[in-house]
């Protein structure tokens, strides 16, 4: 039997599964929003925990250049 | 009541991913549409409200961190439900280390699994939806789950049997059985309601 031939069958309380839904109150939104809103945050935590340690490095290897080229300037 | 509540989901989950960092109400006009769904399905597989609340929170973020990768081939409900079944099924698989226990073969083993009806609680639920979920509660696992994610979820045969890690065969004759079992359960709370 095909999937659509069984679901033709179903009839009630079976089909009824289908638009089942419960009342959600007001703080399941917020909730929501609140774990978006940390998650996001710690993202950014993250990204800059990797950003900075690459910055530093960037600048480490600068340094020596720069001390050159203003030894050259003299 | 937005003006957004108007708007079609797909419309919604166009302007949800244009204002991800700024406007929120797009993504909240999509949870406020679904929600009560995504919160029944989770209370049905878990069959613990703290719980279902709990999952759907992170069904949502989930969601909501994964709109960018949302192609629209499918309609943003039917993947919301994917995000939600794989969610729920991992929750089970952490906290009752598989999914679903083996079932025996027709007969013994179909009247063993039964768990003792409680039609009693069944009846003081007085929501439709409630009396639909106190039914379900009363069915074990491994007939419970395949019948919501075929009925309540609409996943074919092919996916509930990827995702239970059960055979196409196996996964039909469940779903027969938890319809059966359902039906039955059902009538029977409908008649001690009744009485």
Same mark, same amino acid.
């Given at each position: 039997m095909s999937e659509q031939a069984d679901d033709l069958e179903l009839g009630e309380p079976v089909a009824e599964l289908k638009d089942l839904a419960l009342s959600v109150n007001d703080r399941f939104g917020r909730r929501v929003r609140g774990r978006i809103e940390r998650r996001a945050l710690a993202g950014e935590f993250l990204g800059l925990a990797w950003t900075a340690p690459v910055m530093m490095l960037l600048e480490l290897l600068r340094a020596p250049f720069e001390l050159f080229q203003g030894k050259r300037r003299e | 009541m937005d003006s957004l509540d108007y708007e079609s989901d797909d419309q919604l989950v166009n302007l949800a991913r244009i204002e @991800?960092? %700024? *406007?929120s109400r797009p993504f909240e006009a999509l949870m406020r549409r679904h929600q009560g769904f995504v919160v029944a399905n989770c209370r049905v597989i878990t069959r613990s409200a703290a719980d279902a609340e709990d999952l759907a929170q992170e069904v949502f973020v989930k969601a909501f961190f994964g709109l960018r990768r949302f192609?629209? @081939?499918?309609q943003f409900r039917t993947w919301l439900k994917r995000i939600k079944v794989n969610h729920c099924l991992n929750h089970l698989r952490r906290t009752q280390g598989a999914v679903m226990i083996e079932l025996e073969d027709a007969g013994e083993g179909h009247k063993a699994m039964h768990? +003792? +009806?409680s039609a009693h609680a069944a009846l003081q639920a007085a929501a439709d939806h409630d009396r639909l979920i106190s039914v379900l509660d009363a069915m074990s696992d491994t007939l419970r789950i395949p019948l919501m994610l075929r009925d %309540? *979820?609409?996943?074919?045969y092919e996916d509930i049997a990827n995702e239970l890690g059960l055979g196409l065969s196996a996964v039909k004759m469940r779903i027969k059985r938890a319809r059966e079992d359902f039906r039955m359960r059902f009538a029977e709370a409908e008649q001690e309601r009744g009485a």
């Open positions: - | @991800r960092n %700024g *406007d192609e629209g @081939r499918a768990t +003792p +009806p %309540g *979820d609409g996943l074919s």
